[in-house]
């Protein structure tokens, strides 16, 4: 099994540092994911993540914690669990937990924080332009405790925890998604279900649609007689997709909106699985 990360390197300025963040280059995103399923394809094993205790919170990230997070949040699930290899999904994902913006720097436990922070002063950054890069890419924004209900400190402790706990526990928690048939967490309990029930996801080939499409990741799965299409809407905006006309009518193996939108466009962050059997 290869761990690569060169995805995650993607809202990266070329040749600076990790902190100094770029718009997600979304085309080279696709390309890149798309080359590690083909290239590993009969020879080796992806690892399949967005999240670990050293990257932002994917939602916060690449998605939208602010208007769209369930939809965004089941899209980037949706994307993942969708090619082949082993998912991993960080403590939270599977509630769509987000980053944390602490006022103060003194708040933040992370040692590479705190250094970057020194040596950015004396290079003459503000102190808000460090915090804006501290919120973007910081590790702590992985590393809150976990958000397992609404009572105090998310019930992770009835002590003291080691670094604040984010102050939305009280709408993101795992008694509350578990408690919602909708949640996030019963959508990856979904996705989940479909890889251990259907040998495409595990052995199909991949093959990527609509490479330069600056909106929709789309690719096809493919075993035998079945195809199987995956296909997202990275944006808050409405987009049209020709190949939803192409594919209507075919089974709906999993879909991140309760309802059927308009036939040939996806809605924000709207993504899907659809069969195909020939």
């Avoid at 075993?223 to 199987?228: I, M």
């Avoid at 991140?256 to 993504?271: F, H, I, Q």
Wanted: some cysteine; charged content about 30%; aromatic content about 12%.
């Amino acid at each position: 099994m290869v761990f690569q990360f060169e995805h995650m390197m993607l809202d990266q300025q070329p040749g600076k540092e990790k902190w100094d963040v770029c718009p997600l280059p979304f085309v080279a995103l696709k390309q890149n994911l798309a080359k590690w399923q083909t290239k590993l394809h009969g020879c080796g094993w992806n690892s399949l993540f967005w999240n670990n205790h050293d990257l932002p919170r994917i939602v916060s990230r690449w998605g939208n914690d602010r208007e769209y997070r369930i939809e965004s949040a089941k899209m980037l699930a949706t994307i993942l669990h969708g090619m082949q290899g082993t998912p991993y999904i960080y403590q939270g994902e599977e509630l769509g937990m987000t980053n944390i913006r602490y006022e103060s720097i003194d708040e933040y436990q992370d040692i590479e924080i705190h250094g970057m922070y020194r040596e950015r002063l004396k290079k003459g950054y503000s102190h808000e332009e460090i915090m804006e890069s501290i919120y973007a890419k910081g590790r702590d924004n992985a590393r809150t405790p976990m958000q397992w209900d609404d009572t105090a400190s998310a019930g992770f402790t009835t002590g003291t925890p080691w670094i604040a706990v984010n102050p939305n526990y009280v709408e993101i928690n795992a008694e509350r998604e578990r408690n919602d048939p909708s949640s996030i967490f019963h959508y990856y309990q979904k996705l989940i279900r479909l890889r251990k029930e259907h040998e495409i996801l595990a052995e199909g080939e991949f093959e990527l649609l609509l490479e330069e499409d600056p909106a929709i990741f789309a690719y096809i799965r493919r075993l035998g007689e079945k195809e199987w299409l995956v296909v997202a809407n990275f944006t808050d905006k409405e987009t049209d997709c020709e190949l939803l006309r192409e594919w209507q009518g075919k089974k709906k193996m999993i879909h991140n909106y309760p309802d059927d939108g308009e036939a040939g466009t996806l809605r924000p962050y709207e993504s899907m699985i659809l069969e195909w059997e020939k």
